[in-house]
């Protein structure tokens, strides 16, 4: 028997308008609001060479990350929380 996907993991969040500028308008699950991010990283270039683990901050995620210009994957999560809404 398939698992059924938990209604709680795709419940919709309005995204700030800085998380917006970069993964689009919301309201968006925070499963689709990290495969959208991981894409716009991914599609820049953003992922540190050396450390795969590590985000380096382009103009648009400065304002996500809190003027961080590197963030690991685990901080990243949690700042991204903050540009989410129920």
Do not use: C
């Not at 985000?55 to 963030?71: E, P, R, S, Y």
Request: hydrophobic share 45%; aromatic share 6%.
């Amino acid at each position: 028997m398939p698992r059924k996907a938990n209604p709680a993991l795709m419940r919709p969040y309005k995204v700030s308008a800085e998380l917006a500028a970069v993964i689009g308008p919301g309201p968006l699950p925070r499963g689709q609001v990290m495969k959208k991010i991981w894409e716009y990283i991914k599609a820049n270039g953003l992922q540190d060479t050396v450390n795969k683990r590590n985000i380096n901050a382009d103009a648009k995620l400065l304002l996500v990350f809190g003027g961080k210009k590197q963030v690991n994957m685990f901080e990243m999560a949690k700042l991204l929380s903050a540009h989410l809404t129920a």
